[in-house]
């Protein structure tokens, strides 16, 4: 017990705990920063990608109104992977998607 307390007051253990209570903190910071990076570019991609869907899906239906739009989500909702789709009437009656 006695050699931690001479080991402790050492000035080289002070400098070596200061040094690493300093990479701790930047460490942290610089994980906290990567993770709120990584967030922020996969929230934009994820949002961007949405908006190319409505576009084209908007496209489609004003290129032939809703019977192309329910053929092109038909479509889509059969490929594997697919989005999640859902066109319904006013009332809620499913006509075309892959969620119930």
Known sequence: MNRWRTLIRTTAFKIVAAYFL???VFAGFLMGWVGLATQRIFTDQIAETIEA????LAEQYRQGGVRRLV???D????????SLYLV??????????NVA
């Open 22 to 24: 300093l990479f701790v």
């Open 53 to 56: 869907e409505v576009r084209g």
């Open 71 to 73: 053929a092109v989500i």
């Open 75 to 82: 479509q889509r909702t059969r490929t594997p992977g697919s």
């Open 88 to 97: 319904a009437t006013f009332s809620g009656e499913t006509l075309v998607g």
